[in-house]
């Protein structure tokens, strides 16, 4: 099961295209596929752009942390992975959690990412209250019911109830940092690269690249 936050909502659909048949289910927390066409192009000013098309690059403000420094190699690269043109062809079960209060990602994204999937088995959550970080306590108590509940789904030949633990292993989660998504001077779709770059699994520990885990 992989699980994406922001960018690494993208990285999670692109990884579950590629590999199909190793891929149980998807949840996506605030996930932002083809965010650099649909979102970043579309509120850089004419001068950000500009700066970009002079110098390579621009930074943004943020609202939840350090500056943000969008590359042109971002954007060009971003252009190779788009997949929200089409229909997504992916079948397995799909959850996406996303706050009614993110201004980074709006929550209508989340709608439009569900008509795209030719899987039958989507759900859309929309929690008030909530940002783009999806952090409070009760964003994490609702992820964890939510991959109890679709790792049961995932999983009907196991003997698994809500209230087990469910081992960290089963979960690859794909998180977007600034350091890596942004910083970077590689492409940052290259998913086996930035798996072993940037992975956190379930409980802190650092897993295998996602290369490892996949083949």
């Not at 940002?131 to 995932?154: C, M």
Request: with cysteine; hydrophobic share 45%; charged share 25%.
């Amino acid at each position: 099961i992989l699980v994406g936050s922001s960018m690494g909502g993208w990285l999670m659909f692109l990884t579950s295209l590629a590999r199909p048949d190793r891929v149980a289910g998807l949840v996506g927390l605030a996930a932002a596929p083809d965010f650099t066409e649909e979102l970043l192009l579309k509120e850089l000013t004419e001068d950000q752009l500009a700066e970009i098309r002079v110098n390579g690059q621009v930074t943004v403000s943020s609202d939840y942390d350090d500056d943000y420094i969008f590359t042109k190699k971002l954007i060009d690269e971003g252009r190779k992975y788009l997949i929200l043109n089409d229909r997504i062809e992916i079948n397995c079960p799909v959850r996406l959690i996303h706050g009614i209060d993110d201004v980074s990602v709006p929550w209508e994204f989340a709608i439009r990412i569900q008509e795209q999937l030719i899987s039958t088995d989507v759900e859309v959550i929309l929690l008030k209250n909530s940002d783009h970080r999806l952090s409070k306590p009760n964003n994490l108590v609702k992820l964890r019911f939510v991959l109890d509940g679709l790792w049961i789904v995932s999983s009907p030949s196991l003997n698994v109830g809500c209230n087990n633990l469910i081992p960290s292993s089963f979960f690859i989660f794909l998180l977007l940092t600034r350091r890596l998504s942004l910083q970077k001077d590689f492409a940052i779709l290259d998913i086996p690269r930035i798996a072993t770059s940037k992975g956190i699994a379930s409980g802190g520990s650092r897993p295998r690249s996602l290369a490892a885990k996949l083949s």
